[in-house]
């Protein structure tokens, strides 16, 4: 691997960064009174961020799947509900229909979902199946020239602002994962119905939404892949989605860290600054320890899949780790603030509060532990 930035992705973080220092910075307060941030996407748009790694010829900025982590990793140290919005639109809401959709449906709907002009969503999670994926009781009946959808799902991302639903749903219920099939739902659909808005611990500005499916008819046209092959287009896109939310767990604890590396050079108590001081300056160490650590594990699994490589074990490791280091890192920065941590005031609050769904959504750790397991015994 190299561990070098090429000058392209250099010049991406540079470009990400002074965004999210200048555009999203003073929107964060606004997204945390619950405000969806439709404005800054659209500005992200303009830069070709909704379709870093879509091909031009559907639209896209055609760029590696390194500078798409480097975005991830970047926003999120500012705003980790942008670095999921944007990781669940192209990791699980776009790349299903680039990798698995055929050429009308890429001309259909690549075009919109990279020019931002779409926004996309990933419905797999039922309230019944979580982390047992394949239990899936939606189900999805042929009926001539369309399928009808029966069923609900939960803790969708992105749902109720999105413009295209990979919804995943079982089509025959004798055949277990090989069951499930996968299809695009457009926003509108009759029958597609936005159910209530969960009050999340954190990410306040992202969309988390319940929707019921009622005798939804979606036209045959709009299966993704083949008939039983939606578990698989699940579990491939979760692996590259897995290594979108290490970046932006990346992120928060690399936010977190910096604001406590300033505040504790700041902070004079007992004559010199806190950082100066062996128990701040242990805990700092930690933390920056463990931040690199994360980094390593982040760009390894980006640079894998970069070069087509299979790679779930290493996105699996790279989850892990980011998220358990964000909640550690994000906990540890409140410490280094003292009393001034816990409250509004300072921003090392929210990003505790934004760490820890990383260690839940995707696939929780236990998940990712099977996942590695599993790889290590082949
Ligand atoms: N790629 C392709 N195919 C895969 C695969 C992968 N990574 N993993 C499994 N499969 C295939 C297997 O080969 C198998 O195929 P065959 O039937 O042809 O042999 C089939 O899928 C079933 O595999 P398993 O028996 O291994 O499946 P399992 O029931 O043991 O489940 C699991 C595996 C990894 C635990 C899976 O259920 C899982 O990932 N669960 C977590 C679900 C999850 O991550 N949900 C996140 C929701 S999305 C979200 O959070 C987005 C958001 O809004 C932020």
Known sequence: MNLRFT?????????????????????????EEGHFPREILNKMAELGLMGITIPEKYGGSEMDFTSYI???????????????????HTSVGTNPILYFGNEEQKQ????????????????LTEPSAGSDAKSLKSKAEKRGDHYVLNGSKVFITNGGEADTYIVFAVTDQTKGSRGVSAFIVEK???????????????????RTVQLTFEDMKVPVENLLGEEGEGFKIAMANLDVGRIGIAAQALGIAEGALDYATAYAKERVQFGKPIAAQQGIGFKLAD?????????????????????????GKEASMAKLFASKTAVDVTIEAIQVYGGYGYTKEYPVERLFRDAKVTEIYEGTSEIQRMVIGKNLLV
């Not at 000058?7 to 997204?31: G, H, L």
């Not at 259909?108 to 419905?123: I, V």
């Not at 009759?190 to 992202?206: A, C, R, V, Y």
Request: net charge neutral; hydrophobic share 40%.
């Open 7 to 31: 000058e392209e992705q250099q010049m991406m973080r540079k470009m990400v960064r002074d965004f999210a220092e200048t555009e999203i910075q003073p929107f964060v307060e606004k997204m």
């Open 70 to 88: 480097i975005a991830i990793h970047e926003l999120s140290k500012v705003s980790a509900t942008i670095g999921v919005i944007l990781s669940v």
């Open 108 to 123: 259909k709907y690549l075009p919109k979902l990279a020019s931002g002009e779409y926004l996309g969503a990933f419905c």
């Open 188 to 206: 509108g659909t009759p029958g597609l119905i936005i159910g209530k808005d969960e009050h999340k611990m954190g990410l306040h500005g992202s």
């Open 287 to 311: 933390m920056a320890t463990a931040v690199e650590g994360a980094k390593l594990l982040v760009y390894r699994a980006a640079d894998l899949r970069g070069q087509g490589i299979s790679c």
